[in-house]
């Protein structure tokens, strides 16, 4: 006996939004196949080929996100598959953590992240809709948008928790699983993917993770090692081919267990 699972994505056209460590990653592995993609962020990627299309886009511009995505839209297609691993934030994104948040600093930031994710998503939706497109739309979440942060990673430690970060990554799969409600029956499918830490930069910044840091989290870690781009990018891709057509308003974890515990 034999069986074939369809995980290609050729013939798909489709849009990046946020090229950064994971979306990178997405774009390296979108680009084994025979695609059309459209890139868009506040920053041209390192990696981008020659065949691959760039637009400049500002999430946090926020008077202007719904129409200039709109335009995008009718310029490049209506796409299969969208996919957003972007990252906004404003400049005092390290201000609010949880002992001293800066209460504008962090509803500013809840407005350019999960603002931006549910109005970009809900416009593709539409637009898939009206196309007659039964597209997939995969919107990168977090484990801190199914639990809590651990008060005891935090200690002691150069990364504060963060108030904002976890009400995102929850409304992200709040959005998740009501856009799925009203768009399967258009065929349209909507799932986020909680990431746990990835090995490297601490995410939203710069820095590299401290050991320390890395050590308590990996004891939480069934599989005990941090993920890696590869293994988001795998699921991402996943989700974007018709292997995964049943597959729908669902915020799944791709953490090596760290939510089970
Ligand atoms: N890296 C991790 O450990 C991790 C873990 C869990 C979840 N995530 C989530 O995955 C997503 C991507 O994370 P990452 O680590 O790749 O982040 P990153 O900072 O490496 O990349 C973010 C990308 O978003 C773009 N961007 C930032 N501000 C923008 C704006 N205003 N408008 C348009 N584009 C903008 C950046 O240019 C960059 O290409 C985020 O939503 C993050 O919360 C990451």
Known sequence: MSFKVNTSLDGKKVILLGAGQIGAKVLDYINEFDTEVLIIDIDKPGNIKEDNQFEHFDCTKLDKIASTFENVILEFGVPDFFINASYPKNSNWANCDFDNQNSLDTIENINFHLGSYTVLSKIVCEKMKSADVSGSVVLLNSIYGIVAQDEELYAEEKIN????????????????????????????????????????????????????FAEKYLKKVPLRRMATTDDIANMVCFLGSDASSYITGQNIPVDGGYSVI
């Not at 928790?161 to 909507?190: A, C, D, E, F, H």
């Open 161 to 212: 928790m963060s108030v904002p970060y976890p009400v995102i990554k929850s409304g992200i799969g709040g959005l998740t699983r009501q856009l799925s409600s009203y768009y399967g029956k258009y065929g349209i499918r909507i799932n986020s993917i909680c990431s746990g830490g990835i090995k490297g930069k601490v995410s939203g910044s710069e820095a590299d993770m401290d050991n320390s």
